[in-house]
């Protein structure tokens, strides 16, 4: 990477670093601060507040906190964090291992030098003196360790469960576009097939077809941005196409609508009914030679809007081979409701098919 590439890089960055070096110093200066406070407390209590306990203190605070920093540099620059949890572990216990012995040595030199060594340190080895120091100062360092590790693992777990949302979120998104961008093609492509038979017998009829079909394109391009509708909206596109499918089938299709008045505002996926009519239409009407029914019923039972298609006809496969459009509809209650909705297809009595979605009503 190139010098200038690296300055805007870093110009870009700087919120971000001086966010975290203020944090970081921060943190420090809470840390040994408390310390600070606390041995300041006893020595009061016990009396023994003076001079020699002061400098003591304070050159301990110093070591503290230029290993500490030297510390998290090493930690960084042999990407500890990142290793896995037993890596992490030890290395973080070897650390301060090593550098409680250097805190140890660098006190017990400063203070001999300064001559501000306690009463209870003038009558023992040197040796002693730095084992002691080595072992206040791994009880620091492991606690201080301790903090530093537990914060940096809290915050990459939270990062980690951000990235896993928007990557959940972002497959569902994908998810449904595909869907949705197989919904479209397979009904303009039967509707085109409608109009194509209409042209040469009847013309009048082929310009009423191409009429309905430009207005559900029309709210198929409108609504695109959209996952769903009011279930208002989407009947307007059922009709127009029952409307479209009933030039074509003329007598042998009827349509009947059960539609509950308090339904007609609750959202419904973007032409999921007018896929499941469609589906009725060409496997149901569509195969008998006189025609039959299509009836449109909308409900609500309890928490749940029930939607039903029953036409005429028999479900001659299982659900799970009857093609994208009884597919895509399980994949989108799936992505948009999780296991809170459900859909079946039956068969009923007296040569009929009923297809059924539960949506539970969100308040």
């Not at 030199?109 to 306690?118: A, M, P, Y």
Request: aromatic share 12%; glycine share 6%.
């Amino acid at each position: 990477m190139k010098r200038a590439e690296r300055v805007v890089l870093l110009f870009f960055n700087m919120p971000k670093i001086l966010n975290w070096f203020s944090r970081y110093w921060l943190f420090q200066a809470i840390g040994w601060g408390l310390y600070v406070l606390i041995n300041i407390f006893f020595a009061t209590t016990y009396d023994r507040l003076n001079k020699v306990f002061l400098l003591r203190l304070l050159v301990f605070v110093i070591l503290g906190l230029g290993i500490t920093h030297l510390m998290r540099f090493v930690i960084r620059q042999l990407q500890l964090l990142t290793r896995t949890l037993e890596w992490q572990i030890g290395g973080l216990l070897l650390l301060n291992v090593v550098f409680s012995f250097v805190i140890g040595v660098l006190d017990t030199e400063v203070t001999g030098w300064l001559q501000i060594r306690l009463p209870e340190e003038l009558n023992i080895g040197k040796n002693f003196i730095i084992l002691s120091h080595t072992f206040y100062a791994f009880v620091y360092l492991f606690i201080w360790n301790m903090i530093y590790f537990v914060f940096h693992y809290i915050n990459k777990s939270r990062s980690q469960q951000l990235d896993t949302l928007k990557l959940q979120s972002l497959v569902k998104d994908l998810e449904l576009k595909t869907i949705k961008s197989h919904i479209n093609p397979h009904f303009i492509f039967n509707a085109l097939n409608s109009i194509r038979a209409l042209i040469d017998e009847n013309p009048e009829r082929a310009r009423q077809a191409v009429t309905a079909l430009g207005n559900i394109l029309r709210s198929s391009m409108q609504a695109d941005s959209v996952e769903t509708v009011p279930l208002s909206r989407e009947l307007s596109i059922v009709r127009d196409y029952l409307a479209l499918e009933h030039i074509r089938f003329e007598d042998r299709l009827h349509v009947r609508y059960s539609v509950h008045p308090d339904t007609l505002s609750l959202p419904v996926p973007f032409m999921m009914v007018q896929t499941l009519v469609e589906n009725a239409i060409k496997h149901g009407i569509g195969k008998s030679i006189h025609g039959g029914f299509v009836e449109i019923v909308s409900e609500r039972k309890g928490q749940m809007h029930v939607m039903m298609v029953r036409n005429s006809g028999r479900l001659e496969q299982k659900p799970d081979h009857e093609g994208f459009g009884l597919q895509s509809t399980t994949s989108r209650l799936l992505l948009h409701f999780g296991n809170d909705a459900a859909f079946t297809i039956q068969n009923l009595p007296d040569n009929e098919v009923e297809a059924t979605v539960s949506i539970p009503i969100y308040h």
